[in-house]
């Protein structure tokens, strides 16, 4: 069993991410799990190594967000991006939705809660 390296609560979301890299649009993806820190993206047929700076381009609620990050760890499904500035205001946003009945879906054990964002 691996060692947990994230440090902040982490939210299963669903909202449509546009990747820039190097200031051009290149690749929307699908956000799947939000913390304070970053998001993990499923994407397909994407090769970003670690390392790779990127900007994510979202509208959450009718605002537009352009947000720098770092790729941190990639998969065959998708990748995981840490913010390179703290977001708070965009978490703030996109958890918001939740209310107390949609904190049902809150599990302590692994620190996750489900929202979803149309």
Known sequence: MGVERRYCVRYTVDFPVQI???????????????????????VRNLTLPSGTLVELELDL???????????????????????RDPQPELFREAIQPLSPAAAEGWHP??????????
């Open 20 to 42: 820039r890299y190097r200031k051009r649009r290149f690749l929307c993806g699908q956000a799947r799990d939000l913390s304070a820190d970053g998001l993990y993206l499923e």
């Open 61 to 83: 609620e009718g605002k537009q967000w352009l947000v720098a990050a770092v790729v941190v760890h990639h998969h065959w499904s998708g990748i995981g991006v840490m913010f």
């Open 109 to 118: 054990a692994d620190g996750q809660a489900s929202i979803r964002v149309s």
